[in-house]
């Protein structure tokens, strides 16, 4: 997750004491690029989705009852449902990546739920969404991004979290803390697939100096670590964790935002979405 260049960096420690728990099956890659790295400016945020093949997912645009509508990739028919990646009416977007331990040890700590549906609905900017820290409660991993920087922000046990803002660097996370401060939380051995895409989707941002939308969906479509471990995870049996979605949105300094969508939900063939801000935000519910 570590920037490569010199970056505009503001970074919140908590102390912590380490826990131990068994490693589990790891799920989701993020990365994101901002400013002098995006072609034309602006930020590029992406996450790829990896899953048990054991639900189906959907575009959904949701209007709350107060505060902004967001457009986004929800879960259903699992034990993990709900939004996964969002945008919202005023160009926030927001995507989550889970912290590999046992769900049971997760759900027993003090978490805030809805998380992402709460950060779209109340925030228009990255900015205004950090103002929200008591909300960040329950391990798991955060991207968020504006037309002016990118946010990651790891959430560990009992509200201890990290943030790392950036208006002209490239970000990445898969699934164990990678800041030093929580790598105590950290399970004994770590996910190969964690590691194998961490170093993979490194390897590939390493080698441009600037990024369009179409170089972050040839990323995200990355299959050079084979079924399990490449950036797109096909499986390699029929229960295994596999990537069921890509998220990847552009966010122009001066033009709307582009989002590509691409759902392979189980048993279905894959379906690609090339969408405008317009697109999403024009329709009345």
């Known amino acids: 997750m570590v920037p490569r260049r010199p970056l505009s960096c503001l970074v919140i420690i908590a102390s912590l004491t380490g826990l131990v728990w068994p490693a589990r099956g790891s799920a989701c890659t993020l990365f994101a690029a901002a400013g002098e790295q995006v072609k034309g400016g602006g930020v590029l945020i992406a996450k790829n989705r990896d899953w048990r093949p054991d639900h189906l997912q959907s575009l959904r645009l949701v209007s709350p009852g107060a505060g902004h509508r967001y457009y986004g990739l929800f879960a259903t028919g699992n ?48 900015d205004e969404a950090l103002q929200h820290a008591a909300w960040f409660q329950g391990p798991r ?6 037309r002016e920087k990118v946010a990651s922000i790891e959430i560990g046990p009992d509200g201890r979290y990290q943030v790392v ?44 100096t600037q990024f369009s939308l179409e170089d972050f969906v040839r990323i995200s479509e990355d299959r050079a670590g084979g079924p399990d471990n490449s950036l797109w995870r096909d499986g390699s049996t029929p229960t295994a964790s596999r990537t069921l979605a890509a998220w990847i949105v552009y966010l122009s300094p001066v033009g709307e935002p582009q989002l590509y969508v691409k759902i392979a939900n189980p048993g279905q063939a894959p379906t690609l979405h090339r969408l405008s801000f317009a697109d999403v935000f024009s329709r009345i519910d």
Do not use: W
């Open 165 to 208: 803002i950036t208006d002209r660097a490239v970000l990445y996370h898969t699934n164990p803390y990678v800041t030093p401060p929580l790598q105590a939380y950290n399970p004994a051995r770590i996910s190969p697939s964690s590691l194998e895409r961490y170093r993979r989707v490194e390897e590939l941002l390493g080698q441009r």
């Open 79 to 126: 034990n993990e449902p709900g939004l996964k990646a969002g945008i919202n009416d005023q160009g926030l977007v927001a995507v989550s990546a889970t912290f590999s331990i046992p769900k049971a040890l997760r759900t027993a700590m003090p978490r805030t739920t809805h998380l992402l549906s709460k950060l779209l609905s109340c925030c228009a900017t990255v």
């Open 141 to 146: 991993f955060m991207f968020l991004a504006d």
